[in-house]
């Protein structure tokens, strides 16, 4: 189907799945910056292409192209061509096993994963936009629930995979120092020299090795962080000129900037939706 002369999004949480956060969009110029989320991102695009780059590979998809994004990956999106339309959710790790246990009728005992983020399945892609369809027009709670739950059952009986740990280096240990200083000390306004010195790195050894360890540099993790963080405070009902003072930005249009460009939709959508 062509899309339409407009960009939208339509974003909401649904009650029949613990409130896990749902997405319909079409973007014509809208950009991603780079971001993570806390839960799994799973979902496929229906028509147009766009293009994303994860782990530092950067790739085109379109129609038939599934997302299979695990948390904490970071990656970012920028429309191919003349845009794309796509639909996403975003489960967390203890409802999508909820969901395998379901299924299969076993105990999941491991952290589920997909190894690839980007895979060309048009079939699975197709059962992915019908299960969803569902959930956006509001059909009843069976018919919502088999069908997603069948079609995330199957996307990770043939592409999933457990997490395998990595070895830790000297590097890794100090940017994971960083890294943790960062998420607890959001909301605070941290300068490159502090950061060096809990990493026991140089400034300039601090930034290349934290960009090859997690693809982000410490000061878009932050605000990436700082933007996760206010979706929590957001679910919660509170104001956004409140929670852009909570988690360190600048002002309101500093933090509804950063937002959008993580989230493709404003900190009011997201509250409302």
């Not at 280096?169 to 994971?176: S, W």
């Not at 930005?249 to 959508?269: E, I, L, S």
Request: aromatic share 10%; with cysteine; hydrophobic share 40%.
């Amino acid at each position: 189907m062509p899309l339409a002369g407009v960009e939208r999004a339509r974003f909401w949480r649904d009650r029949r799945f613990r409130n896990m956060e749902c997405l319909s969009a079409s973007f014509l110029t809208h950009e991603y910056a780079p971001h993570a989320h806390d839960t799994f991102s799973i979902g496929a695009i229906e028509s147009g292409t766009q293009i994303a780059t994860m782990k530092g590979v950067r790739e085109e998809t379109g129609a038939g192209d599934l997302y299979l994004i695990d948390p904490g990956v970071v990656h970012d999106g920028v429309p191919g061509g003349e845009g794309y339309r796509y639909r996403m959710i975003y489960p967390d790790t203890k409802l999508f096993v909820d969901i395998l246990e379901d299924v299969t009728g076993n105990a999941f005992n491991a952290t589920p994963s997909f190894p690839k983020e980007l895979l060309n399945d048009p079939e699975m892609a197709a059962a992915f936009h019908t299960a969803h369809r569902v959930l956006e027009s509001g059909a009843g709670a069976l018919e919502s629930e088999e069908g997603m739950f069948r079609v995330l059952a199957a996307i990770f009986q043939r592409y999933g995979s457990t997490i395998v740990v990595p070895v830790d280096t000297k590097e890794r240990t100090a940017v994971g120092r960083a890294r943790d200083y960062l998420t607890d000390s959001f909301d605070s306004d941290i300068g490159l020299d502090e950061l060096a010195k809990v990493a026991g790195l140089s400034r300039a050894h601090l930034i290349r090795a934290f960009r090859r360890e997690y693809h982000i540099t410490p000061h878009a993790f932050l605000t990436d962080k700082r933007v996760r963080e206010a979706r929590k405070l957001l679910r919660s009902g509170q104001a956004p000129a409140d929670v852009a003072i909570q988690c360190g930005f600048a002002d309101q249009a500093h933090f509804t900037r950063h937002f959008k460009a993580r989230t493709g939709v404003t900190p009011g959508q997201y509250r409302a939706g």
